[in-house]
């Protein structure tokens, strides 16, 4: 059944905005589901649109990429080229009849613990209808 | 195979609470490659890292995953452990099971699951990690102060005091910044110029301190430690040494401009003086005021000829002066948000609608009204004067939604102080709460209820608008959910504070962030407060967020403090998780060079080059490269691949 | 055995076949495939022959070794994957094609058996279809001792009379193929032979292309071997894959390990295709390269075709279905390069 | 109209000028209909050359050979190398350019334009002329093509109906960058350049993947559409599963750390993967010569993922690929105000 479905999502986290504000959900013990495992990287401009196909391929139900809010980004302007790079990822992925929900992007600032938790809760939710990712999964 | 040793934190109940802590050392003990792998109560403690340090030794380790609390918290402190256990401390890796785990989970079969899958990444991680060592700098011993008000000027001082040299660049032709336009200072009323002058003469003798006024900042390059700055001096048409401050000048000038320092209440001559202390004590001409300058068609030159020492030279061309410094700190200030963006409250159309410093110059003793408190439209004394605070702040709708800070108090001090010269006068502040944390703040509003009789009202202005030479404040009293209307003949707007204009511009040549709603971004809210995220570069003042003198003040000293501990140093050392390139796979197709943030790549032989000390490790460009040839070492694609199989269990 | 079976006959031999997984010729959108769709009934008209050649039937691209698996308590433990042996019939298999197939046995038959090859080969029956027409327009089957109604390497070959089929089990496995539905056939008559023999006759009259006195080749390609002129010949090339992969004859091969997870570690072992037109196929470990340029690599090709098969089995390794030349994307064309090779510097 | 009889003087002049190391044209292959590249050194070899409505090859990417001959030779040739470029292929060498793979001075261009027409898609003259084998294709009076048939019957066909669809979605008929140009500067009103992708997007996900899932496990990885494009001219592909663009500088480290992105297998799983990252590798590097689809023998329509990535760029970001070199490569810039509706 759809609803128990546990989807493996992969994150991959900026290391001063996202995974910080991850870090505050944590401090501020808030709740969310355990479906995501989260790789911290120094930039969402560091994502190359590799690691998303990789994630997939490896079986990845979905993958989230978060960093900092445009003009908040560590490294001045990582982000903006990330949002680009990743926007075409997105239409392209999409484009070969991937389900949208199973990749998506998000802005965490460092003070944005609450944020976090509910993407974290929407995708869960998005995800469980649509069952495993096995599209562009290895079958072997 | 590596030797990889796993050690896995209770953290008392936070992580052994919600996680299987045996489980997931035992799960990681089969883990190919990991010849060592234990739980303890509290890794951090002495005992826990002697369990590290022990079986770094005893097993011979060459890779150590620490599964704890998030790296932001115990990474140094764990590899520093390595380190003296003996491995490159970069071959210690942290993997976050607390804060991104056991914190935020309670199904613990499922939360043990999710921390084995974190741990297992990071294993893969650290054992594709080389050994590093820190990068190395020398030091230029100088510092660069941008912006001359207090802030700027405490942390000239404290830095030359210090024993290192500092270059002050002020936009305007004297240093001193709004402060030298107060009255006086909640809450101990003291004169304002009074406290602040005998510093700025202090900057103007030290033998440390180069002053460079009437100057901006164009050009910056380099990094912590190794800073070049082009500084471009704009040309005064004074020569300040031959200058006497005779005034005859200004007496000749022709031109009159609104003056600048008493917020356009006054008028000033196209050559003048900001106010009479000062500092560089000398005279500027406003070149695009002045007719003598541009337009030969009205050579003027009036000044010229009464000034008896031939101070005025028309031909000074401005100069670009370039410095090496070693650190910078930034202390640009604020300006208020511009009043015409309040119509509602009819600014620009009823000259008796006054911003906070304006009010202030009217208070001041060597204001335009030499200290009494007269409209500007008929120069009659206001016996019913409205303050509205959070104009324009906290206001997410329409204006800017944080709270600028200090005008609670400074409304508190402007109704008192109004008392004091209007015994029989009346003042309103309207407001949405009362913000007085601070050392004697509180007192000091209650004192202006209680001793000067100073009605608040809780709520906000709707409207202003004339009536037959009154202005007629609609207003809601919250409290008594009242509808208020006050026939006032002075309103006093506390408006937001803004980030000075063109300190954006500023921060795009520093290569510092901007926060969202325009001021300078420290490196962390708490912990980095003084520092900008590009290391070498601090903050002072107002530019990084409202403050008032005090607060300004100390984090002037902290940032001094901060530019201090790297002019100190002889050497500087930098992390060493920057990018490399591959250079077989490379083609020079330059990508990397147009995203790197810092500059930090180049071309060399159609290869691309970098350079170390420049680079942050962002790895924007490693994510631009179609082919992987340029990477974040111990961060590189390799290790992500490897990192995303690993979690994935494939 | 020779019989003849009437087309419209035709459905029900392949019902016949039940025991086996059966190919037969389909188009597709990019040309004609064989496919074991189980709707096909027949070999249409205007087939001609398939772009991929049936050789992947045989020897498909992937072939899956074996799985490994490793745990901390007992080592390694590997675990061989036969293909699963599936009796197969190929319908539609072109004179040429068969004789690739001979070639390939060859290849992996003789000192050493590669089991995963005989394993499949053994289980498949090759059904001919002698060509009344050429297959395409750079076939050159007879200048590589081949012809459009070879025997060589078919169990069975087909000939179309029109209406009816002359049907000539070549092998045991061929014959047995008839039996199973021997009622469907009859003896074929003179008559039938006599048209049989004439379209033989005639197809090889409108086959338009060829390559005279490739006997002669292995001398000359010997004699060039350090030539420029592989340089001349190669300057289009693109180094793709096209030209070997969708060669009949080419077999060659990369062997990769795969590993599906890492803890604990397990993966498999798996032969794919691979090319000597691909720079990667003789790259060292040490970075130095044998054949580091277009030119050594379109040599090679040409070199294992017409110069190393022949010395090691007295064939060519080239069985002239021109379907080299006709897909390569810049125009190569091993006819005319070859026939340029035997008379460089004579 | 393009002259070949100008066409082959302009290229006799340079060639005995001595001015360029050699030149890349085309010539009928065998006797039949179809063309090849063409490389000449001498002025006598420039009567094989030929401009045809079958020329669709792009020359440029044989500019990747002669950049490999040169790294391999001790003091080699450096003379410019003379092109045949139609509107596409030159945009292909701005692109070229702006990744300083090559210089403008290494190449000179003479460019032809279209006009009106352009190239033929193989596959629809075949189905125009069912039963039929054509001898001779080429430009017939305005806007047709002549087809010369076995049976020497002589056919005009409106181009339209024959033409790739690549050139009837060409807005860019003429060659943005060349040292002599060809015929006129015509311009050509595209109604509908996306016309080929518009079904796609219209599709349904599902309906998008079993389409694609279709293609994609036919695909043989023969890697001729990364070989025939002018943009894939790495030594060594992410796609590569060994390292194989080793020098003497290159550490055991970096061979035993090349990733296997993906396996060599032809499973749909893999050949996704590959045509995935080579798709997002050409965003904003693709002038859509459509190269790589012509050449893939089992017909994967390639072109349509980097006609969409094209579309993308253009509408997202106002990018247009191949007109101007010297503007920063599409994911090596941004504009603040970029789209982001589809970021949390």
Redesign the interface.
């Known amino acids: 059944m759809a609803e128990e479905f546990e989807p493996?999502i992969?994150a991959f986290l900026c290391k001063?905005c996202s995974?910080?504000g991850?870090?505050?959900?944590?401090?501020s013990?808030?709740?969310?589901?355990?479906n995501i495992?989260?790789?911290?990287?120094?930039?969402s401009?560091?994502?190359?649109?590799?690691?998303i196909?990789?994630?997939l391929?490896?079986?990845?139900d979905g993958v989230l990429v978060s960093g900092c809010?445009?003009?908040?980004?560590?490294?001045?302007?990582?982000n903006?080229?990330?949002?680009?790079?990743l926007?075409?990822?997105?239409?392209?992925?999409?484009?070969?009849?991937?389900?949208?929900q199973r990749f998506?992007?998000?802005?965490v600032s460092?003070?944005e613990g609450i944020k976090f938790?509910q993407?974290v809760k929407?995708l869960v939710r998005e995800l469980q209808p649509l069952g495993p990712q096995n599209?562009?999964?290895?079958?072997? | 195979m590596k030797r990889t040793g796993v050690f896995v934190c209770h953290c008392g109940i936070n992580i052994a609470g919600t996680v299987d802590v045996k489980k997931v050392a035992a799960e990681l003990a089969k883990h190919p490659g990991v010849v060592h792998a234990e739980d303890y109560v509290y890794m951090c403690s002495d005992p826990g890292q002697n369990l590290i340090s022990k079986a770094i030794k005893e097993k011979k380790l060459d890779t150590v995953v620490v599964a704890c609390c998030s790296p932001t918290l115990h990474e140094t402190t764990f590899r520093n452990v390595a380190k003296i256990a003996g491995l490159n401390p970069y071959r210690c890796e942290i993997a976050n099971i607390r804060e991104q785990c056991s914190w935020v989970h309670r199904d613990r079969s499922k939360a043990t699951q999710k921390a084995i899958s974190i741990t297992r990444s990071v294993v893969e991680k650290v054992r594709r990690n080389e050994s590093l060592e820190d990068v190395s700098v020398p030091v230029t011993k100088r510092a660069l102060v941008i912006g001359g008000g207090i802030a700027g000027i405490q942390a000239s001082l404290d830095i030359a005091n210090a024993g290192f040299e500092v270059i002050l660049v002020e936009r305007s032709p004297s240093i001193g910044g709004h402060m030298s336009q107060l009255s006086e200072t909640f809450p101990t009323l003291d004169c304002s110029q009074c406290i602040l002058t005998p510093k700025m003469v202090e900057v103007a003798k030290h033998p440390r301190i180069k002053l460079m006024t009437y100057s901006e900042v164009q050009e910056v390059s380099g990094f912590v430690g190794n800073f070049k700055v082009k500084i471009l001096k704009k040309p005064t048409y004074v020569d300040p040494d031959k200058c006497t401050l005779c005034d005859e000048c200004t007496k000749v000038c022709p031109i009159v401009v609104p003056n600048e320092f008493d917020m356009g209440l006054t008028g000033r001559r196209a050559i003048y003086i900001p106010f009479p202390q000062a500092i560089p004590a000398t005279y500027t001409i406003d070149e695009k005021a002045c007719p003598g300058m541009f337009d030969t068609a009205i050579a003027c030159g009036k000044c010229a000829d009464v000034c008896k020492p031939g101070a005025i030279n028309f031909d000074m061309k401005p100069e670009v002066v370039e410095v090496d410094v070693g650190a910078i700190v930034v202390a640009t200030g604020y300006d208020l948000y511009d009043k015409s963006m309040m119509a509602e409250y009819g600014y620009g159309k009823y000259p008796d609608v006054l911003d906070g410093l304006q009010f202030e110059r009217l208070l001041s003793a060597s204001g335009p009204t030499r200290g009494r408190i007269l409209r500007p439209s008929d120069k009659k004394e206001p016996k019913e004067v409205v303050f509205i605070q959070c104009a324009g702040s906290r206001d997410p709708e329409l204006h800017w939604p944080y709270c600028s800070k200090i005008c609670c108090m400074y409304t508190a001090k402007h109704a008192m102080l109004y008392k004091h010269h209007v015994h029989d006068g009346q003042a309103y502040i309207f407001y949405i709460d009362i913000r007085s944390g601070g050392k004697n703040y509180e007192e000091f509003v209650h004192r202006a209820v209680e001793e000067d009789g100073v009605l608040y009202l809780r709520g906000k202005v709707s409207r202003v608008f004339e009536d037959n030479g009154k202005l007629i404040v609609w207003g809601v009293d919250t409290l008594t959910g009242k509808q208020i209307e006050i026939a006032a003949d002075m309103v006093v707007l506390a408006m937001a504070i803004r980030p000075s204009k063109g300190t954006e511009e500023l921060a795009k040549k520093l290569k510092i962030a901007l926060d969202k709603d325009g001021f300078l971004a420290e490196a962390h809210p708490k912990l980095r407060p003084v520092e900008s995220m590009t290391s070498g570069i601090f903050l002072a003042g107002a530019a990084q967020a409202p403050k008032d003198i005090p607060e300004a003040v100390g984090q002037a000293s902290g940032a001094a403090a901060k530019a201090v501990a790297i002019l100190s140093q002889e050497r500087l050392f930098h992390s060493p998780t920057v990018a490399r390139v591959l250079r077989n796979l490379c083609t020079g197709c330059a990508m990397c060079v147009n995203v790197c943030p810092y500059e930090a790549i180049s071309l060399k032989e159609g290869k691309a080059v970098v350079n170390e000390i420049l680079c942050e490790g962002c790895g924007t460009c490693s994510a631009s490269c179609l082919r992987n040839a340029i990477q974040v070492k111990n961060l590189t694609p390799y290790h992500i691949q490897e990192m995303i199989r690993a979690c994935l269990g494939g | 055995m020779e019989k003849i079976i009437q087309k419209s006959a035709f459905p029900q031999w392949l019902k016949s076949l039940q025991a086996f997984k059966i190919f037969l010729p389909k188009r597709a959108s990019y040309g004609w495939e064989l496919s074991s769709n189980h709707e096909l009934q027949e070999i249409p008209e205007d087939y001609t022959y398939p772009v991929v050649p049936p050789k992947k039937l045989i020897f498909p691209q992937e072939e899956i070794f074996f799985e490994f698996e490793q745990n901390p308590e007992d080592g390694i433990k590997l675990k061989e994957i036969l293909p699963e042996a599936e009796q197969q019939v190929i319908f539609g298999v072109r004179p040429c094609d068969g004789r690739a197939v001979k070639a390939m046995d060859l290849v992996f038959g003789g000192t050493y058996e590669d089991p995963y090859y005989w394993r499949r080969r053994r289980q498949t029956v090759l059904v001919g279809l002698a060509c009344s027409q050429p297959p395409s327009e750079n076939c050159f089957c007879l200048s590589v001792e081949g012809s459009p109604s070879s025997e060589e390497g078919l169990d069975i070959l087909l000939t179309d009379l029109g209406d009816r089929y002359f049907v000539k089990a070549i092998t045991e496995q061929g014959k047995s193929l008839l039996s199973a539905a021997s009622s469907l056939f009859s003896e074929p008559g003179t008559r039938d032979r006599e048209a049989r023999e004439k379209i033989h006759l005639e197809a090889e009259k409108k086959i338009k292309r060829h390559l005279p006195s490739a006997r002669e080749l292995p001398e000359r390609i010997k004699a060039i071997f350090d030539s420029d002129f592989w340089d001349e010949e190669s300057l289009n090339c693109l180094r793709c894959g096209i030209c070997t992969y969708l060669c009949p004859t080419c077999h060659c091969f990369d062997i990769n390990d795969e590993t599906k997870s890492l803890a604990p570690l397990k993966g498999r072992r798996v032969r794919t295709w691979d090319t000597c037109q691909f720079p990667d196929f003789t790259m060292h470990s040490s970075g130095h390269n044998p054949r580091p340029d277009r030119a050594s690599r379109l040599r090679q090709r040409l070199s294992h075709k017409f110069l190393y098969f022949i010395l090691l089995f007295d064939r060519f390794q080239c069985v002239g279905c021109g379907r080299c030349v006709t897909l390569c994307p810049v125009g190569i064309d091993i006819i005319e390069v070859l026939t340029r090779a035997r008379n460089h510097g004579a | 109209m393009v002259s070949l009889e100008q066409l082959k003087e302009e290229v006799k002049k340079i060639l005995s000028s001595g001015n360029i190391k050699y030149f890349i044209g085309y010539e009928s292959l065998g006797s039949g209909w179809q063309v090849r590249p063409a490389f000449m050194r001498k002025p006598e070899e420039v009567d094989r050359l030929v401009w045809t409505p079958a020329c669709f090859h792009n020359l440029v990417r044989f500019l990747h050979d002669e950049k490999r001959r040169r790294a391999r030779e001790k003091n080699p040739d450096t003379r410019p190398v003379g092109l045949l470029v139609k509107g596409c292929d030159s945009r292909a060498i701005n692109v070229l350019v702006q990744e300083k793979y090559i210089e403008r001075k290494d190449v000179y261009l003479i460019g032809v334009s279209c006009e009106l027409m352009g190239v033929i898609d193989e596959v629809k003259l075949k189905r125009h002329l069912p039963g039929l084998k054509p001898q001779k294709v080429l430009f017939g009076q305005k806007e047709t093509i002549k087809v010369i048939t076995d049976n020497d019957k002589e056919i005009e066909i409106e181009a339209s109906e024959i033409l790739a669809d690549r050139c009837l979605e060409c807005p860019a008929n003429f060659p943005v960058v060349a040292d002599i140009i060809l015929g006129e500067k015509i311009k050509k009103n595209v109604t509908s350049p996306y016309q080929s992708i518009s079904p796609y997007e219209r599709m349904s996900v599902e309906e998008r993947w079993s389409f694609w899932q279709g293609q994609f496990s036919r695909c043989l990885r023969c890697y001729a559409c990364r070989s025939v494009c002018p943009m894939c001219y790495c030594d060594e592909c992410v796609a590569d599963s060994i390292a194989y663009a080793v020098t003497a500088d290159t550490t055991a480290d970096e061979k035993a750390q090349k990733i296997k992105w993906v396996e060599r297998n032809p499973e749909p799983s893999e050949n996704i993967f590959y045509h995935l990252v080579r798709a997002i590798h050409l965003a904003g590097r693709c002038v859509d010569c459509g190269e790589c689809e012509r050449v893939c023998p089992v017909e994967i329509p390639l072109r349509l993922l980097n006609k969409k990535l094209e579309k993308e760029a253009r509408e997202l970001f106002g990018y247009e690929v191949g007109f101007d070199a010297s503007q920063p490569p599409l994911i090596a810039c941004f504009r603040d105000n970029d789209p982001q509706d589809f970021i949390r």
């Open positions: 493996r992969v001063w995974s910080a991850a870090d505050l959900a944590g401090v013990r808030m709740e969310y589901p355990p495992i989260p790789i911290q990287v120094m930039c401009g560091s994502v190359s649109p590799l690691y196909f990789s994630a391929s490896h079986g990845a809010h445009p003009g908040d980004c560590h490294y001045i302007k990582g903006y080229y990330a949002r680009r790079r926007a075409l990822v997105k239409k392209l992925l999409e484009y070969i009849g991937l389900e949208p998506q992007m998000s802005w460092a003070t938790t993407i929407d599209k562009l999964r290895r079958k072997f």
